[in-house]
Nanobody
Framework: QVQLVESGGGAVQAGGSLTLSCAASGLSFRSYDMSWYRQAPGKERELVAV?????ETRDLADSRFTISRDNDNARIFLSMENLKPEDTAVYYCRAGWTDYWGQGIQVTVSS
């Protein structure tokens, strides 16, 4: 059974930083592209960043965000800097281009 377990969310003031983590199990982690998405209230889920199985990265939402992976520990990370209230959303980890999703984790940025 594939499991993606997210951690590191919470509340932060504008200008602060936060790093999300996603622990994967039940899959051959090294063979998967991995990604982070987010969904704000009343908005569609959007892709934040992608990292390939060969560690090539694409930060698609904002240059303040950096995605990375640790294949030895089957984890991906999303480092977020200079957070803004507009970044408030539920953030999701996804394995490959599949329906393997984490449960989502709340990030709340206050002004």
């Amino acid at each position: 059974q594939v499991q993606l377990v997210e951690s590191g969310g919470g509340a932060v003031q504008a200008g602060g930083s936060l790093t999300l983590s996603c622990a994967a199990s039940g899959l051959s982690f090294r063979s998967y592209d991995m990604s982070w998405y987010r969904q704000a209230p009343g908005k569609e889920r959007e892709l934040v960043a992608v990292i390939s199985s060969s560690h090539e990265t694409r930060d698609l939402a904002d240059s303040r965000f950096t995605i990375s992976r640790d294949n030895d520990n089957a984890r991906i990370f999303l480092s977020m800097e200079n957070l803004k209230p507009e970044d408030t959303a539920v953030y999701y980890c996804r394995a490959g281009w599949t329906d393997y999703w984490g449960q989502g984790i709340q990030v709340t940025v206050s002004s």
